[in-house]
């Protein structure tokens, strides 16, 4: 029970509507759902539990992510993969205890996979560096590295997979990533792959590739976010993810008068001001400016002054009936993540994983 009306409302039937988007878009490929950073803020059980049946395999950033999926979803019967793979022998024998799989990104991961005596046969996903120059083994060690990953007898099915840098716009190094996957992909034409993530999906240097034997490891579309610079689908998903945040102030300023810490917002005119019960601390970021959209009442309403650590202040003049305990929406189904984030010079992913554990997340059907 909270007392508190701040939260983020999670809408089962977008990440529905949003996985079907996905499988349509996908073509033959696979659907694996990336939910690392507890579900990019969503809450992994319930998404995993929403989508498990439109999905073919769930995707988290590390092992204790694994842990974490497995016990606020004990039933789940899909892979999941670990993308940053296991930094020790006590990760690997929890992969094939609780069967999970594992990214092997670097010639020492591949050595303490070779070092290690499992009792049953754990599948794996190769990295190889087609060109982000992060994680992955160079092209030139593919050969070896799929040499000693298939004579090793506890090494399952190997998938061959990379990541692009420039996924959301047209750059020259997206078709020298490709290009490079596309000769791996005839160099080993008996494997699984996966090079596309949200973006990939959405560029068209990226697109017209995908075939039965790959996997697409898509994250925000699911959210319900447009992820790309080049082309606009927010109009076909839905957002997941509702902020609110109750009203618990209404004052009246005037003309000349400041509002919050370090008086950065100066009122131009007599001003009624909503005090809203969110802040920093609950993931809203501080350095959304003067102007940043809200929404109430079923209208707009714009951020003034400083975001505080618990609360905001919202210019809600023309917003005749706002009364105490009304909700705020703060990002959402009417007012796009993506216009937040670049009021706060930042990024959508940011904000959706940023919200804190101090917001309780609730799950609407
Ligand atoms: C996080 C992640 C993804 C998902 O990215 P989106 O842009 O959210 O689709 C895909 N692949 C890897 C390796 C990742 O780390």
């Known amino acids: 029970m909270n007392y508190r009306k701040t939260r983020a409302e999670i809408n089962a039937a977008a990440l529905r509507s949003n996985t079907r988007w996905l499988r349509r878009h996908i073509g033959p490929g696979s659907l694996l759902a990336v939910v690392k950073a507890d579900a990019y803020g969503h809450g992994v059980g319930p998404v995993c539990r929403a989508i498990a049946d439109g999905v073919d395999g769930f995707a988290v950033g590390f092992t204790d992510e694994a842990v974490a999926l497995k016990e606020s979803y004990p039933e789940c019967r899909h892979q999941v993969l670990i993308l940053e793979g296991c930094q ?8 094939v205890a609780q069967n999970f799989t594992t990214v092997v990104h670097s010639m020492a991961q591949l050595e303490q996979l070779e070092a290690v005596s499992l009792t049953k046969a754990l599948d794996v ?45 047209l750059a020259a190094l997206n ?21 596309h993530n949200s973006a990939a999906l959405l560029n068209p240097q990226l697109q017209g590739v995908l075939t039965a034997s790959d996997w697409v490891r898509a994250g925000l579309l699911l959210y319900g976010v447009n992820p790309s610079e080049i082309e606009d689908v927010q109009h076909e998903l839905t957002p997941v993810m509702t902020l609110k945040a109750p009203v618990i102030a209404i ?9 919050g810490y370090g008086s950065n917002w100066v009122a131009p005119s007599d001003t009624r001001v909503a005090t809203v019960a969110i802040g920093y601390a609950d993931g809203y970021p501080r350095q959304c400016k003067n102007g940043t959209p809200t929404f109430v009442r079923g209208q707009l309403a714009p ?46 992913w940011h904000l959706l994983t940023g919200t804190s554990v101090r917001v309780p997340r609730v799950v609407v059907e």
């Not at 020790?88 to 992969?95: H, I, P, R, T, V």
């Not at 060109?131 to 004579?151: D, N, T, Y």
């Not at 078709?175 to 090079?195: A, G, R």
């Not at 004052?251 to 509002?259: A, I, L, T």
């Open 88 to 95: 020790s022998e006590a990760e690997l024998q929890l992969c």
């Open 125 to 169: 996903w190769l990295k190889v560096d087609s060109g982000m120059h992060r994680l992955g083994i160079p092209p030139e060690a593919v050969e070896q590295c799929m040499k000693r990953l298939k004579s090793c007898n506890h090494v399952g099915q190997i998938t061959l997979m990379s990541h692009l840098a420039n996924a959301d716009n």
């Open 175 to 195: 078709q020298v990533q490709l290009q490079q996957f596309q000769t791996l992909k005839n160099q080993y034409p008996n494997h699984s792959y996966s090079l």
């Open 251 to 259: 004052n009246e300023v005037k003309k000349g008068d400041s509002v």
């Open 303 to 348: 951020l003034i002054g400083r975001v505080s650590m618990d609360m905001v202040t919202v210019d809600v003049s023309h917003i005749s009936n706002v009364v105490l305990g009304d909700d705020v929406e703060l990002w959402g189904e009417n007012v796009d993540v993506r216009c937040v984030a670049r009021h706060a010079d930042t990024i959508s």
